[in-house]
């Protein structure tokens, strides 16, 4: 019986899209079902079967009996922040792996525009992972000293939206979680396909992608995923600091990463969202304000200045004194006439925010919240 168990496959999530559209076709069940079913896990968060979604002809109910499950990964622990703006979530996979997502809020009216508040109210936005670990290597990114382990499926990419909506409504998603997106770019598509439809209904508008800028990915990005947001890992207004502090820059030579957003822009017509991790006497200096803002002059921006999250007693790397990063700003904003924010951090006491991702299991289960993961950003978009 055990071993018999043990060479059967896995079962695949609901929110697979390719793959239950593929299996529903085949069975000639109409595909028109398939938003009541993810719909109905939304709505039941828990449901450890399929059996209680109404309405669905008999053939589905044994088809979904036997190759699906409402979610193939289950939540392990919530840590939320001191001040309760910040949940981060721990979820295990399938495959025994895990990843983070984090849930940030925000209430828009405390910031201000033109110097005066801003409208709307509270928001909660959601930082999903695509990957287990990651490959790029950047040096400030715990997330790097994993390595790379796994692509998620687009239904494990999903299910970390199912999971947070228990703690929060969603408005925003930004893909700065644990990964690099565009290395598991057909995911990426078919999990934005699914946020974008029912029963979830985000706005494209409202979803973020960052990237550390892989080129050939860039240049079908808006064709595929027409009004996402772009967000680009710049980090460095130069090649060669570029590759110090991030290896995989070598693929991908700034002139050529230039060029492709160049492209893009013309084609969407959309901002481009620039991160800028200010570390200390590395890129923080007048010289590199200047440097950054020449670079983008030609483009239509926002510079999203983000301070740096010390990653534990082995980092290299110091964060930017205040005084360093607002004159870094003024550059940027009064010289160069670019938007540039400096990024609100959120859930530093449960390495929850940017660049803290990183997962060391088994061990961490504390119920107090600090030694989950860690990797994270938000654009304030």
Request: proline share 5%; net charge positive.
């Amino acid at each position: 019986m055990a071993s018999s168990s043990a060479q059967s496959p896995p079962f695949r999530s609901v929110f697979d899209a390719a793959y239950i559209r593929s299996e529903f076709s085949t069975a000639g069940i109409s595909a028109h079902f398939i938003p009541l079913i993810w719909k109905y896990v939304l709505q039941n968060p828990r449901c450890g079967d399929l059996d209680g979604v109404p309405s669905l002809p008999a053939t589905a109910y044994a088809l979904l009996r036997k190759k699906f499950r409402p979610t193939t990964s289950t939540l392990t622990t919530a840590a939320d922040s001191k001040d309760r703006t910040t949940t981060k979530l721990l979820i295990r996979l399938q495959n025994g792996e895990s990843v983070e997502a984090v849930v940030m809020r925000y209430d828009t009216r405390l910031g201000k525009c033109d110097g005066k508040p801003r409208p709307g109210g509270v928001r909660s936005t959601l930082c999903v992972s695509s990957q287990v670990g990651c490959k790029m290597g950047c040096r400030f990114c715990a997330t790097g000293t994993m390595g790379f382990k796994s692509n998620l499926s687009s239904g494990e990419i999903v299910e970390q939206l199912v999971h947070a909506s228990r703690y929060s409504e969603i408005r925003n998603i930004v893909f700065m979680g644990m990964g690099e997106p565009m290395n598991n770019y057909n995911a990426l598509v078919e999990a934005i396909g699914v946020f974008t439809g029912s029963p979830f209904q985000l706005s494209p508008k409202r979803i973020t992608v960052s990237t550390v800028g892989i080129i050939h990915a860039i240049n079908k990005f808006n064709n595929d995923l027409p009004n996402v947001n772009l967000a680009v890992s710049l980090h460095a207004p130069d090649q060669d600091i570029r590759c110090q502090i991030m290896p995989a820059a070598r693929a991908f030579p700034l002139a050529k990463l230039m060029n492709a957003l160049q492209l893009y822009q013309n084609d969407s017509k959309r901002t481009i969202f620039i991160e800028y991790i200010m570390l200390d006497g590395v890129n923080d200096q007048e010289e590199h304000a200047h440097q950054l803002g020449k670079l983008l002059e030609t483009f239509k921006a926002v510079v999203n200045l983000i301070p740096f999250n010390p990653i534990g007693s082995s980092s290299n790397f110091k964060t930017s004194s205040d005084q360093n990063v607002k004159k870094f700003q003024k550059i940027i904003r009064g010289i160069y006439n670019i938007r540039t924010t400096v990024r609100q951090q959120m859930g530093q006491d449960i390495a929850g925010a940017c660049g803290q991702l990183v997962v060391s299991l088994p061990d961490e289960r504390s119920d107090g919240g600090a030694t989950l993961l860690s990797d994270i950003e938000d654009l304030g978009i």
